[in-house]
């Protein structure tokens, strides 16, 4: 029986980030919309990537809200 190994992973990385207003519902800390990439890797090789916003907050790093 052959038994095959795979790496796969996915990346996220902010490319822009500009402040809005209002805060962020879990720890009080100011939001910000940041334009994201995703990048999913097969073997080290990237294979698909894709670019969405998000509001984020820049306290905690939680995503509040995101626009795909």
């Known amino acids: 029986m052959v038994c095959f190994c795979f790496l796969v ?3 996220r990385k902010v490319e822009r980030c500009k402040p809005v207003a209002g805060t962020c519902s879990r720890c009080g800390g100011g939001a910000s919309v940041a334009d ?14 894709k670019s969405w916003k998000a509001i984020i907050c ?9 626009y795909r």
């Open 58 to 66: 820049t306290f905690c790093g939680a995503m509040l809200k995101s």
């Open 36 to 49: 994201m990439m995703t990048r999913t890797r097969f073997c080290y090789v990237p294979f698909y990537w």
């Open 9 to 11: 992973d996915q990346t």
